[in-house]
């Protein structure tokens, strides 16, 4: 049992920590705006990672695999979303003052919408639910521990994430500093998604 979940706190934390639009966003919001202000984003993210993790043991991911198209549409409004706060973030105020920073920092229902449009949340849990399911007695227990295991893991590297962006923040009291940093996670939250959207 304990092996098993070292290995499901490991793929999790391989499948949603690595360097994606929605880690990118989270860094990216926690160097422009500071971690206090990108709180609320973080939780919008881990509440739509909440509604993938229902949507996939409720049989999502085989409602995609049976209409495609279904995917193919989350999945561009996912992006256009996600174009959306990089947008956000890109030109955010360059004034080092403090009010002025928070003028466009992206919000809980920002970084719900985002994740609930992810269709790489929802594969990557179809990947957990299918091969690394808790053994428990109930098949209803399994999926509720793997899914609050899951659930853990993401708030916990989402957060590093943030902070991460957060130690970035003193880069950002210079304002064409700032500026170059903000442009450069954009385009690398941009270059992430098309990266999502090829693979």
């Keep these: 049992m304990i092996e098993a979940v070292i290995t499901l706190i490991t793929t ?3 499948l949603l920590g690595s ?3 929605a880690p990118l966003a989270l860094a990216a919001t926690g160097a422009t705006h500071g971690i206090k202000k990108g709180t609320p984003f973080l939780c919008g993210i881990l509440l739509g990672l909440s509604v993938a993790i229902v949507g996939t043991t409720m049989g999502l991911a085989s409602l995609f695999a049976h209409w495609p198209e279904l995917q193919i549409t989350v999945q561009l409004l996912g992006a256009a979303y996600l174009v959306y706060i990089a947008f956000k973030i890109a030109t955010a105020p360059v004034s080092p003052n403090v009010n002025a ?7 809980l229902k920002d970084g719900f919408i985002l994740n609930l449009l992810n269709p790489k949340a929802y594969a990557a849990f179809l990947a957990i639910f299918s091969q690394f399911i808790l053994p428990l007695t109930s098949e209803i227990h399994s999926y ?3 899914g609050i295991i899951c659930l853990a893991v993401a708030a916990i590297v989402d957060t590093l994430w ?7 923040r003193p880069l950002f009291q210079h304002p064409r500093q700032a500026r170059i940093l903000r442009i450069l996670f954009a385009i690398l939250m941009i270059f992430a998604l098309v990266w999502a959207l090829i693979r």
């Design 162 to 168: 943030l902070c991460f962006g957060g130690l970035l």
């Design 12 to 14: 999790t934390a391989l």
């Design 19 to 21: 360097p994606g639009p």
């Design 144 to 146: 509720i521990a793997t």
């Design 101 to 107: 920073s928070s003028v466009n920092a992206p919000l």
